[in-house]
């Protein structure tokens, strides 16, 4: 996603609307129950315009008023929460070995969701599977009278910064690939924000969208599954992904780490997915193409070959997030992706080298926090209607 705010003219009064509103949506996320007061006093903005500007998003269904409240003796005021009883955002993940789709509230809350556990063949025919998961869920009682704000679909490759055009996924064989343009042909609902974005990115961006409270300066998601992806957020109000010349951004799992190491997908040698990715495990352990992975492997943990396997994989998980801290310096680490289905074989190997490789810069500033994500299921179709939100946000 671009960058929200970049002002076509200087003075462009539906711009600085745009801002206000998306400044004061943006405040009763992070902090819920504040009053129109303690919203101007925050934001800077004259109570006035708060009252405004609150006034038109309640009637439009995005904020709600809660219990009446006094604060330093002036007023009472009404709470203020984002209203998770009227909009729906839709968000998909087309992974290597699946499809998901979701329906989440402007809390972030999941209300209903759709899941194809097939791999997807040509980018049309999976557009055209995941039209018919689409209209499953739009049927759903939890939310078919609701009116949508759009739909944001999850790749697992890099998108287009400019256009959203996926422009490669390695482990699915998808090249340039105008994948809203397929799905728009399936389905008859134009309505609404559409977005693509890469799937570490939309998880990224969802885990820190919704944190309650002042977010840390940055997070990166470390997505480990059949490929290895990164995407890194910031910005408290307006989180802002970078994202590079070409969409490259986060593209960890191809960065070499042995010279002349072993052929990747991606037609290069010693890359990050050729030490740890989900393919790279399933051709060396021989687990078919469609056997779950984790309960394959888990399946087989008394076996020393898959144990020490896993060990090695965890190692360059470790290794990889030694690299992105060194990097990026990321506040909070996130580990997410099917891979944590597998748990300690490959976590602690990962956690543990990651910890015993810090150098004397890091070692002696307080640990980066980490947190794994062992069921990352739904989380970048979750981050996918996040990014549809936050787009919705300055549209409304
Ligand atoms: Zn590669």
Sequence with gaps: MPNHFTPHAAGDLNYLKSLNRSTILSTVRRYPGLSRADIALRTGLTKATVGSVVNALSDSGWLREGELHARGGGRPGRSLYLDGEHHVMLGAEVGVKGLRVVACNLQGELLASQRLDDSPTTPAQTAAVLARLIEALRGDPAIATRPCLGLGVALPGPVAPQAPILRLAPNLGWVDVDFLALLRAELDWPAGVWLLDNEANAAAFGEFYFIEGAPPESIAYLSAGSGIGCGVVSGEHFPVIPRGHQGLVGEIGHTVL????????????????????????????????????????????????????????????????????????????????????????????????????????????????????????????RGAAAQVMARAAIEV
């Design 258 to 381: 042995v010279a002349e190491g072993a052929r990747c997908h991606c037609g290069n040698h010693g890359c990050a997915e050729t030490l740890v990715s989900g393919w790279m495990l399933r051709e060396s352990l021989g687990v078919e193409a469609d056997a779950s992975l984790s309960a394959s492997l888990l399946a087989r943990l008394d076996e020393p070959e898959v144990r020490a396997a896993l060990a090695r994989a965890g190692r360059a998980l470790g290794l990889l997030m030694l690299n992105l801290h060194h990097t990026l310096n990321p506040s909070m680490l996130i580990l997410g992706g099917s891979l944590m289905r597998l748990g300690e074989p490959l976590v602690a190997p990962a956690l543990a080298y990651f910890d015993a490789h810090q150098n004397d810069l890091l070692r002696q500033t307080q640990r980066v926090p980490v947190k794994v994500v062992e069921d990352s299921t739904f989380t970048a179709a």
